[in-house]
């Protein structure tokens, strides 16, 4: 009635691993308890896991933190706006004074750290190797890895200034003069930290080219001049830089004493034009090592252009230390033509040099293909606006130079960003021009070496000849 049970070979799928009971089944029984595990294999590896499930997308978390970005924004000016409505009207722009010169430098900076992610976006999008330009290796960060530090820099400044306010505002005033203090701390504590978090070798990096830049003993690269001219950008955020680090040394902070002239961290100490001159004398030094190394005639134009900025700067600080009658007929006549000469020579030079426009003509040659056909490069509006607008912002910059002028700060912080929004989109074409030169002198280098190596098959196919 019932067939005689077949033996499964000893090589049969169907057996347990070796040290299990033996196994003899029918066939037909195994295979289709086979198909049966093999089906409930493949529903259990085609229904999603329950931790997969309950994942998030993507796109929820990113608006998610929007929201919680929007909320914390919001609260930091309802707290803050309420702070500064609980102080008297006569104390009430001084001290807003003050918490501006803690943290304008800082909200600077921050605008600089989005800045720079914006270039590197455009730069990763276009031909542009930007890592080449800058001699980067493998660990560089990205535009997003940059934007990340943006979005803490972003939280974490705000955060302490609307503390700031808050404590001062309901009498904390020791509590309220150690935000400033803590945060300036914990930034130059996170530079130098020597362990490797917080990208280490993108901290080492920065340091050792502000040190290159500050000492410029060696040949100078294209990231030393490069920064540089950023930071000639960055005068006005230095200059605040000092003058907050002065006051915390000399323990003034959260008061309302630095306005006199004769105070130790005031508005008419020498060094105010000291600090505001001193990336451009780091960067016309670095002119004269390179026309040293170089011998280009070049390098000494260029230096000439920085030096034209040393007039601007002392003779504006003249005014707090010359009568009025010889300011009105005899220093401010010099200071606004030593504004307009710096003002042009460096429009001019922003043009003809570090963009290489040569006169405006590349402007109406972009129907043919080039390195300045992506993107925003080769359209013809784009160049007229950075022309013009370059052109406007050079001559508002003397502004932030003149420490005589600088009384409103709102009027200097609208300043301030406006040139650092116009030193970042310099940026976009002077690494533009740079790569144009790297990839013309690569291309140079391989039509030498196949011009010799064209020479070299002539002269050995004429000795074979004769």
């Given at each position: 009635m019932f067939e005689n049970p077949a033996t499964v070979p000893s090589n049969s799928p169907h057996l347990r691993k070796s040290g299990s009971k033996s196994v003899f089944s029918d066939l037909g029984v195994s295979e289709v308890l086979g198909s049966i595990s093999d089906m409930g294999d493949l529903k259990s590896s085609?229904?999603?896991?329950?931790?997969?499930?309950?994942?998030?997308?993507?796109?929820?978390?990113?608006?998610?933190k929007v929201l919680l970005f929007l909320l914390w924004s919001l609260c930091c000016c309802k707290?803050?706006?309420?702070?500064?409505?609980?102080?008297?009207?006569?104390?009430?722009?001084l001290f807003l004074y003050e918490v501006f010169l803690y943290y304008n430098p800082l909200l600077l900076v921050t605008m600089v750290v989005w800045l720079w992610g914006a270039n590197l976006w455009v730069f990763s999008q276009g031909s542009v190797n930007y890592a080449k330009v800058f001699d980067l290796d493998q660990n560089h960060l990205s535009h997003r890895e940059i934007w990340k530090c943006g979005m803490w820099m972003t939280i974490i400044v705000p955060t302490s200034m609307t503390a700031y306010l808050y404590l001062y505002s309901h009498g904390e005033v020791s509590l309220a003069a150690s935000q400033p203090v803590l945060l300036y701390l914990a930034i130059a504590l996170v530079l130098i930290f020597p362990f490797d978090i917080f990208y280490l070798s993108t901290r080492y990096f920065l340091l050792r080219t502000l040190w290159r830049i500050a000492v410029?003993?060696?040949?100078?690269?294209?990231?030393?001049?490069?920064?540089?001219?950023?930071?000639?950008?960055?005068?006005?955020?230095?200059?605040?830089?000092?003058?907050?680090?002065?006051?915390?040394?000399?323990?003034?902070?959260?008061?309302?004493?630095?306005?006199?002239?004769?105070?130790?961290?005031?508005?008419?100490?020498?060094?105010?034009?000291?600090?505001?001159?001193?990336?451009?004398?780091?960067?016309?030094?670095?002119?004269?090592?390179?026309?040293?190394?170089?011998?280009?005639?070049?390098?000494?134009?260029?230096a000439l252009k920085y030096s034209t900025a040393v007039p601007v700067i002392f003779l504006s600080a003249l005014k707090y230390h010359v009568l009025p009658e010889s300011w009105t007929s005899f220093y401010r006549?010099?200071?606004?033509?030593?504004?307009?000469?710096?003002?042009?020579?460096?429009?001019?030079?922003?043009?003809?040099?570090?963009?290489?426009?040569?006169?405006?003509?590349?402007?109406?040659?972009?129907?043919?293909?080039?390195?300045?056909?992506?993107?925003?490069?080769?359209?013809?509006?784009?160049?007229?606006?950075?022309?013009?607008?370059?052109?406007?912002?050079?001559?508002?910059?003397?502004?932030?130079?003149?420490?005589?002028?600088?009384?409103?700060?709102?009027?200097?912080?609208?300043?301030?960003?406006?040139?650092?929004?116009?030193?970042?989109?310099?940026?976009?074409?002077?690494?533009?021009?740079?790569?144009?030169?790297?990839?013309?002198?690569?291309?140079?280098?391989?039509?030498?070496?196949?011009?010799?190596?064209q020479e070299k098959l002539l002269s050995s196919a004429a000795n074979l000849h004769v």
């Open positions: 085609s229904s999603p896991r329950p931790g997969t499930m309950m994942a998030p997308s993507p796109i929820f978390l990113w608006r998610f707290i803050g706006w309420d702070s500064v409505m609980r102080m008297s009207v006569d104390l009430r722009d410029p003993l060696q040949s100078i690269t294209f990231p030393d001049f490069f920064l540089a001219d950023i930071l000639t950008s960055m005068a006005k955020v230095l200059s605040d830089l000092e003058r907050s680090v002065c006051r915390m040394v000399h323990r003034q902070v959260a008061t309302i004493a630095w306005f006199e002239a004769d105070s130790v961290c005031g508005s008419h100490q020498i060094a105010i034009p000291l600090v505001l001159v001193f990336p451009y004398i780091c960067r016309l030094m670095q002119c004269v090592r390179q026309y040293k190394d170089t011998k280009e005639k070049s390098a000494l134009l260029n006549p010099l200071w606004l033509f030593s504004s307009v000469v710096n003002s042009l020579y460096s429009f001019y030079w922003d043009v003809t040099r570090d963009w290489d426009l040569s006169g405006f003509t590349k402007i109406f040659k972009f129907s043919r293909p080039s390195y300045l056909s992506n993107l925003l490069y080769g359209r013809q509006w784009v160049y007229f606006w950075v022309i013009g607008s370059n052109l406007v912002l050079r001559c508002t910059w003397t502004y932030k130079l003149s420490a005589h002028l600088r009384h409103n700060y709102i009027t200097v912080f609208t300043v301030s960003a406006l040139e650092i929004l116009r030193r970042f989109q310099w940026v976009f074409f002077r690494v533009e021009n740079e790569w144009n030169k790297i990839t013309k002198s690569s291309l140079q280098h391989q039509l030498g070496d196949i011009s010799l190596e």
